[in-house]
């Protein structure tokens, strides 16, 4: 499958998934970015502990199928907006964890505004994961185009069997934050930072 096509099956199938797995949906994309976030706690570590609290209570919605609007005011409204535009445009488009603070940034922003306002939310939130896994790719001179490496392969596939069982009531958890993705093909391509 190429990605254009890929694009146009997410974009469509987004369509039909239940109100009720939006947050899910959302937190499942947003989990991939967090998993790298954790390798680089101890060089942002200002980023990495208001992006756990963040995670923390939105896990928590979901898995409780309840929304506490007021504790979302309370926990989220502190951080928002999470960065302010002028420190997102300094992060560095090439460096992974910097991409990935962005990403979590828009992501969080999206679940938050779509919470806020009650309405349907997460759109896009399946590019967060791609564009994190281009990032790896350049770094390696891999083309991102080539659907067949398993990092990106995997990714995919495990997008399309999620969004196709969120077009029926589930009650995924937290513990279901990486279901379809394989580990093993998510580290088999690691970011070099020397390129």
């Known amino acids: 499958?190429?990605?254009?096509?890929?694009?146009?099956?997410?974009?469509?199938?987004?369509?039909?998934?239940?109100?009720?797995?939006?947050?899910?949906?959302?937190?499942?994309?947003?989990?991939y970015l967090f998993e790298f976030l954790d390798n680089y706690k101890e060089e942002y570590p200002e980023y990495y502990n208001m992006f756990t609290e963040i995670n923390t209570i939105c896990w928590k919605f979901n898995d409780s199928h309840k929304i506490s609007v007021k504790e979302l005011y309370i926990?989220?409204?502190?951080?928002?907006?999470?960065?302010?535009?002028?420190?997102?445009?300094?992060?560095?488009?090439?460096?992974?964890?910097?991409?990935?603070?962005?990403?979590?940034?828009?992501?969080?922003?999206?679940i938050y505004d779509g919470i806020k306002s009650n309405k349907r939310y997460g759109d896009k939130s399946s590019d967060a994961s791609i564009n994190i896994i281009s990032v790896i790719l350049e770094s390696n001179k891999l083309d991102y185009d080539d659907t067949n490496i398993p990092i990106l392969k995997n990714e995919i596939d495990a997008q399309i069997k999620l969004i196709q069982d969120l077009s029926k009531p589930q009650a995924y958890t937290y513990k279901d934050r990486n279901i379809y993705r394989d580990k093993e093909a998510m580290a088999s391509i690691k970011f070099n930072e020397n390129y």
């Open 1 to 31: 499958m190429d990605l254009k096509k890929y694009f146009k099956i997410i974009a469509l199938k987004y369509q039909k998934i239940l109100k009720d797995n939006l947050l899910f949906w959302n937190l499942w994309n947003t989990n």
């Open 75 to 110: 926990t989220l409204d502190k951080y928002y907006p999470f960065i302010d535009d002028n420190t997102l445009d300094d992060l560095d488009d090439f460096n992974l964890p910097e991409v990935v603070i962005k990403e979590l940034t828009y992501s969080f922003n999206t």
